[in-house]
């Protein structure tokens, strides 16, 4: 399920640990006003647990026991009343589809939108709220009650897509590819070349180069992505897989998620699509965005069907 190794790598390098509990403390601070504090402490709690559990070498299996005790004596994911667990609900639920709906609104084309990855679909109500005919896919049906009405077809395999050629405007993938195993993305990009025109593609990304339109000053507004942007590539990749890591299996509650942290830079992200029937048309640098509670090095990448078939 996860590249056990990587995390507990993550865990012994002091410079990942530091940065990750900087992007978490200045992700939840604007959600927990009054509870300073005790977000710092949850945080702090939570992390050295982890940390701990890689003191004398790196070791798999403690990791896992660590992360179960994180979930169920720190963030106690068992108990919805818990403070933190009200808030990254109302988080989840309200606040970041209508960011997110706010982000793609101006990009999708077209009006059918198939929210790919859709989870709990609750990016796919406010996308349908905005007037979009969506559909919605995943590898398991766990959408909440207000999703349930949207179209869907279930993956059986991580390969399947269960809509027809042609059928599709614009697909969202929204923090999904790095999800992905490698060789599977390779049948289901091809496949989504026949069934979309356009790409939306949201993704955890390292190794930007300063040529990147919008760059220069989303580093001048943005301190966690300057500071980022300045560790070698190894680091920041490390950084990404913790970040991944904590924010589904710890904030989450998710453990059981498949992660294989296959993280790519702007450009081999251009390559990939390229080799699979997609042109990235534009590169648009998100970065470490003020208003999520989890923030990562992000980028958008606007893809269009290579042949411009028209649908």
Known sequence: MHDIERICQCLQNIDVISFVRDSLITGYGPYFPTKARQMQILVDQALERLVESQRAGIDGNRMVEATTEVIREIYHKE??????NQVYHHYKTEIKPRTDVEQLGPLIRGQRVLDYGCGSGYLSVQLEQSGFQVFTTDVLDYRYAEAKHLPFTQMHS???IGYPENSIDTTILQAVLHHIDTLDLGVILPHLAKIT???LIKEDSYGLSSGMPGLDRKIAQQPLLARFLDFPQPIQFQILVLIDYYSNAVAQGIPEMHMPFNFRTPDEWQQVLAANGFTVE???VAGFEP??????CHIWLVCECADHKLH
């Open 197 to 199: 025109q356009r790409l």
């Open 79 to 84: 108990d919805p009343g818990f403070w933190f």
């Open 158 to 160: 991580p390969t399947e």
């Open 291 to 296: 208003g999520r509670m989890h923030q990562s």
């Open 282 to 284: 534009r590169t648009i």
